[in-house]
């Protein structure tokens, strides 16, 4: 199982197309079949209003997805003003009127005309009668209606708000024949109460089905609603766990003869949940009930694997084998860590072909009883060939999809098929769900080209077998590898810590590094520029194509000597085991991406002029640069600033932090073997006394400084002191108070998570770092008490420790400034979590303030200022933030597009994060660095960065001089 993991496309696929291939006397047969079926299925397309609604506005229209994304987010609003708002964003810019009498419904063409109308009245339509008589009715009118079409979506997705209701819903006539397994629940457990509360709604729609269990139905679980922190790092704690809980649900369904089964998550869960499911399958009080069963993704590059690791648990197991659902975040976590392959396929057919493969493993296996869960009618048709008379099986399909493919087999035919039956309040269940959907939505799936009446039934049934051999298994070329993810350089190679035995590897790898802290440097600055001056010119004179080769070798070192980085950054910056991991990957990125602007941005540029003239322009170093690095990146800020610097032509000299000296001399120690001239980059530790003397030199060409404002102002006061000394750049990255603005159309869950991420990842010491959150005031007791409870589960300690989220501060005056800080507002605390007794931890607080003005200075560490802003006034709440003068950086959480246009165009922040956490800007993607407070750019890691290393020196050339403009009297007639 874990050699298939991360293995090769084709390597994976090899085995599975043999497995999958249709014998050639079936392939008539099964064709048959399936157009029967595509058949039934597109006449129940044109059945009933849902189904005609659903395929007008696909997902491949503007339309389809404005929809959809006004269904995710509208039944969460609760005021007014922001409903409106969501609406008019999601429904002013789309194109009703062309959908207008296209569908052969007459209520799916009066409610687009609704929509027409309701376009009108948001503002969609300018003038007009229409627009005018509408307006009497006004917003309110159009909120209305919305309100109700989303609960008829909520509807059509969800079979009921609760399991009394479902069950009521599965007795009628539509679902005749059909059994039901109830999901109770849609987003994850993000604290305690929400976990009690999940097991608990299990437990009751256990017994509720239980009150009838000849109707067959079943329950569904998902293990990261029963857990808060069910995850590899927190493993010996959230296995135990879950298995104990899993174990009592499961012993309650076995005690009320029903099923019950375990959902599929994302990949880095897998081995998890089988530790999970594969202990509870063996508890003696389950023995003699065949109603335990398991969920099996075929996109997953394990499933063969997995559905032999549960043939082979020695007792029946119901298997459900699902097509999956996380796909596009699957592939998006895999690109950002940087790790060596995808866990699943990047192909429709790939995935169409691996089901296939485990269909058939699972028709023979011993122990599994198979449950299919499909809407492709080529792969109904399949199973049932394969399958021929026997009937030990059901097929599945998701309540609101699929309808048509399975009566007739049910009713007529006499085959199993089961429901499955998302059960829950619209507000919460239905934004998962169309998640869920716009996901899956992709143009390969069967239910998006069953609705594309271009597509005829050869290209809907074509074989996937077919398809996969003839490319050979190959990827798809539009997903690189991670590691070719940036084309013109090499994205940093990552660990998976989400492997539970890759990270225990890694963690004992660390504490064994040792670390040896030497003495006080006993060297002069003086006599350091002087040697750095002394090697600029042989330096300079090194052309930028081998300069490029060095940093390129330097980044290859680092990742060689990975593990070792790692355990310093662990040992001197208190970095946890994912933040060194980063912090070594982020300075690879540097050496990597400086080295690649180099190539470019150093070559001579020829400009425009007169005939008989050449014009050019070219980028050299300008000397010695003095760089000045912090202890919170003190690799990666470190480095970065040095290769821009040696790249570039210029010595360097380089003071790291008094508190991160070891890190820093082992980066000079590998720049050096990579090639770095020793006298080109020379290593300067100690405090301000060191830095003060570096920048007073007259002798140096650039500082380039990462710290506190008041630090880079005295830089810039040193600079100017002495009026003989050449005007030099000083490029300074500092701090900000960051906020994070929040509307009642975000997620809570996303928002609390990108909130903990935010505030409290590396102990709240990044320049990055959320030190303002700002809530509107109709969510903001909601969001904080989520947010208090998620805190209560952080986990504070030793940052060697896998389990570590939260690890000590940098030294004792940081210690002593953060404690005196929070104990001076003790009163207005909302949330703070023990820490240990030993050691320089600041305990993570909330903290309530009564207006953006009253926070007035950056505190870096892992403190948190909450404050409200009322509805309807985002752009006055971003100029209050703006008039603090920092502009480092800003999040804002919204669903609605405006609001991320209005944020762009009026926050003045050098680095703005929609919808995501505020920390983690990746080299070559989100260049970083502020402006006002926070910095002088240009931005680090940006396609403007090198140039302000260098001198611009332009060259102009009068080519007649020695003998005429031989270009212009060699010239041709021009043709005649």
Known sequence: MKKLHRASEPDVLKPLLERARLAPESRGRVMGHALGLLADLRAAQNKGWVNQFLQEYRLNSSEGVALLSLAEAFLRVPDPETADLLIADKMGDADWKAHAGKSNSLLVNSATWGLVLGRAVVGGESGGALRRLIARAGEPFVRQAVGAAMKMMGEVFVMGRTIDEAMKRMKKPENAGFTASFDMLGEAARTKADAERYFEAYFGAIRAVGQDPKAGHSISVKLSALHPRYEVGQYDKCVPELTDMLAQLASEACAQGIPLTVDAEE??????????????????????????????????????????????????????????????????????????????????????????????????????????????????????EWACDDRNFEFQRLHGMGEGLYERLVREEGYKCRIYAPVGGHRDLLAYLVRRLLENGANSSFVHQLADEGLSEAELLADPVEKISAIGGTRHPSIPLPRDLFGAWKNSAGIDLQEKEILAETAAAIKATPFTPQGAWKGSVADS???????????????????????????????????????????????????????????????RYYAMRARDDMAPIVLPGPTGERNEMRLEGR??????????????????????????????VAKPAPQTPEIARAAVRLAHQAGVPADALILVPGGPEVGAALTADPRIAGVAFTGSTPTARKIAKALLEDDNRPLVPLIAETGGINAMIVDSTALPEQVVADVLTSSFRSAGQRCSALRLLLLQEEIAENVIEMLRGAMELLVIGDPGDPRTDVGPVIDKPAYERLMGYREGVKGKWLKTVPVPANGLFVPPTLIRID????????????????????????????????????????GLHSRIARSGEVAEARAKVGNLYINRSMIGAVVGSQPFGGEGLSGTGPKAGGPHYLHRFCAERSVSVDTTSAGGNATLLSLDEGGI
């Open 267 to 384: 990949s880095e869960r897998l081995e998890m949940s089988l530790d999970i499911i594969g202990a509870v399958a063996k508890r003696p009080e389950l023995k003699g009930w065949d109603g335990f069963g398991m969920a099996v993704q075929g996109y997953g590059k394990r499933c063969r694997a997995v559905i032999a690791w549960a043939d082979g648990l020695g007792r029946p197991m119901n298997v459900r084998l699902v097509k999956g659902a996380y796909w596009d975040s699957e592939i998006k976590r895999t690109q950002v860590e940087g790790l060596s392959d995808y866990p699943l396929f990047t192909r429709k057919a790939a995935t169409d072909v691996s089901y296939l493969a485990c269909a058939r493993d699972m028709l023979d296996a011993k122990n599994i009883v198979p449950a299919f869960a499909s809407h492709n009618a080529l792969t109904v048709a399949t199973i049932l």
């Open 529 to 591: 520029v002087t040697a750095a001056q002394a090697a600029f010119a042989d330096w300079s004179a090194t052309s930028v194509a081998q300069r490029a080769q060095v940093m390129e070798r330097l980044a290859d070192l680092l990742e060689d000597n990975r593990i070792e980085l790692m355990g310093l950054a662990v040992k001197e910056a208190y970095k946890t085991i994912p933040d060194a991991l980063g912090e070594v990957r982020e300075a690879a990125d540097f050496c």
């Open 623 to 652: 000397g010695v640069w003095a760089t000045i690095a912090p202890w919170n990146f003190p690799l990666a800020i470190f480095l970065g600033q040095c290769v821009a610097a040696l790249v570039t032509g210029n010595t360097v």
């Open 851 to 890: 207006a953006i003005e009253e926070l007035t200075a950056e505190w870096f560490g892992p403190i948190l200022h909450v404050a409200t802003w009322p509805a309807g006034q985002l752009t006055e709440t971003i100029d209050r933030v703006n008039a603090k003068g920092f502009g480092l950086t800003m």
